[in-house]
């Protein structure tokens, strides 16, 4: 088994300070903008084609609930897995899976805020949060994600971005969309 070689802090932003239109209002955006919804495994395989997720690259999900995408991720993409997720009971029971899988090495579930957590790691965003979410998340990503880092939304665009892709034809999950990002050299 590979070891899980990637440092996460579940209580700094190493990337840089929360911007001050987060910091305050990071605990409601969570809560009430990222409620726990369950995405079809058929979404969730398409999210990962999309973002063209390649063997050792670090995926972070965030809002991670189930951990069905970290798992499928280092499953099937032999990827590295890190959740954002802010239910201690979500945390728990998905890293007991994680554990039960085997997958310890590769994948984890972080009890944190994803408003909160450093994200330069990621070659991989995925996120199902509703667009006001997106909104505030979009200066954040925009300043922590290297250029060619790959974000990928569940139904909700991210404003202000221009998608490389979208994909609103995945048979088993109709009435569905797929957006994908991807993160432009910074100016």
């Known amino acids: 088994m590979r070891?899980?070689?990637f440092a996460v802090s579940a209580a700094l932003v190493v990337c840089a300070a929360v911007p001050a239109f987060a910091q305050g209002r990071a605990k409601h955006y969570t809560n009430s903008l990222a409620p726990y919804v369950v995405s079809p495994q058929a979404i969730v395989d398409r999210m990962?084609?999309?973002a063209d997720l390649k063997?050792?690259?670090?995926?972070?999900?965030l809002g991670s609930g189930d951990g069905r995408i970290l798992i499928t991720a280092?499953?099937?993409f032999r990827a590295k897995a890190?959740?954002?997720e802010i239910s201690?009971?979500?945390v728990d029971s998905t890293n007991t899976r994680i554990v039960k899988f085997g997958l310890q090495n590769?994948?984890?579930?972080?009890?944190?805020?994803?408003?909160?957590?450093?994200l330069s790691p990621a070659d991989v965003v995925t996120m199902y949060l509703a667009t006001d979410a997106n909104e505030t998340l979009r200066p954040i990503l925009e300043k922590c994600l290297k250029p060619g880092a790959r974000v990928v939304s569940h139904d909700y665009a991210v404003p202000n971005w221009k998608p490389k892709l979208v994909d609103k034809e995945v048979p088993e999950?109709?009435?569905h969309v797929i957006y994908l990002y991807q993160i432009s050299k910074k100016k």
Do not use: N, S
């Open 88 to 90: 201690d009971a979500l």
């Open 82 to 84: 890190v959740g954002i």
């Open 55 to 61: 063997p050792g690259e670090t995926l972070y999900d």
């Open 48 to 50: 990962l084609e999309m």
């Open 3 to 5: 070891k899980l070689t």
């Open 106 to 118: 590769e994948a984890k579930v972080i009890h944190a805020d994803f408003l909160q957590v450093d």
């Open 74 to 76: 280092v499953q099937r």
């Open 173 to 175: 999950a109709k009435g």
